[in-house]
Each structure stands twice: as structure tokens, then as C-alpha cells.
């Protein structure tokens, strides 16, 4: 399989965390591999400000607040193309931090998140989180990332 995966940045704060498209792009990769995407797929992933997500996020769904991620899926049927998924920096370098979290593995798991979306899973019901959720799961342990979905024992 064939997948092409362009990383636009666009909040320089980003190239500071070493490796990290690398990283994107395969965690894209694989989330198109195990999601079943179609051979040849392609997709572009947006690192931006929360100022630019916020303004997506008002415009697109109508919540005037940043966001860490968000998907926006091809119109074009047929095509290859199957979208944009866009991360903000500081939402998502603040959950990472929150949640004892090192940035680039959070940024992982929001990529494959929004790579599932592009490929119409969601998670908005119990039915269909259970579908999308383990399927997240396994690609991040894939990916050598600890399973977002399963909390810490409390010490």
C-alpha cells in the first residue's frame, strides 16, 4: 500500500519537538493501514496554533474555543484524497503535560484519532466508540504508545 502524507507547519512551535513528523507520518500511515483505507490514500496534517484551531472550530462547528484536533473529510467522492486533520499546539502540549503525557506520544494518538475520523469512524455513541476506541489502542501500542483509553492504578 501506498499512502501519502504531507505535514504543513504552520505554528513553529512545532519544530521544536524533535522528530516528530517522522513520527506523524507513520502514525498516519498506520492508522490508514489498520482503518482500511484504500491504496494510494492521502491525506495533509495541519500543526497549528490554538488561535487557528479555535477559528476552524468556530467556523466549522460552531464552538467559538481551541480544540486539539479536528478532521475535515474530502468532499471529493472517488478521489484518493481523503482529507486534513489539524492539531493545535498549545491544547494539545497542555493535555500532554496534564496527563503526564510526553508531547510527541499525545500528538501520536491525536493523529490517529483524526486519521480514523477521515475514514468515518467516530466515537459519538457507545457503539461506535467501542469500534473506534480499541482500534486507537492498538495502532498507538503498535507505535510503542501507552493505550490513551486505560487509566493509571492510583498509587
Do not use: C
Not at 36 to 59: F, M, W
Not at 107 to 121: I, K, N
Not at 129 to 149: F, H, N, Q
Amino acid at each position: 500500500m501506498t499512502f501519502s502524507v504531507d505535514i504543513q507547519v504552520a505554528d513553529p512551535r512545532w519544530r521544536k519537538v524533535r522528530g516528530l513528523a517522522a513520527r506523524l507520518r507513520r502514525s498516519a500511515e498506520l492508522a490508514l493501514l489498520r482503518g482500511k483505507a484504500r491504496r494510494s490514500s492521502s491525506l495533509t496534517i495541519l500543526l497549528a496554533s490554538d488561535q487557528r484551531l479555535k477559528e476552524l472550530n468556530r467556523t466549522f462547528r460552531g464552538k467559538d474555543q481551541p480544540t486539539n484536533v479536528l478532521s475535515f473529510p474530502s468532499d471529493a467522492k472517488g478521489d484518493f484524497y481523503l482529507g486534513d486533520v489539524a492539531l493545535a499546539y498549545g491544547v494539545t502540549a497542555g493535555e500532554a503535560k496534564d496527563g503526564g503525557k510526553r508531547l510527541i506520544d499525545h500528538a501520536m494518538h491525536l493523529t490517529v484519532h483524526g486519521v480514523l475520523h477521515l475514514l468515518g469512524f467516530d466515537h459519538q455513541s457507545v457503539r461506535a466508540a467501542r469500534k473506534m476506541e480499541p482500534l486507537e489502542s492498538e495502532i498507538l501500542r503498535e507505535l510503542g504508545v501507552a493505550d490513551p483509553y486505560v487509566s493509571e492504578p492510583a498509587r
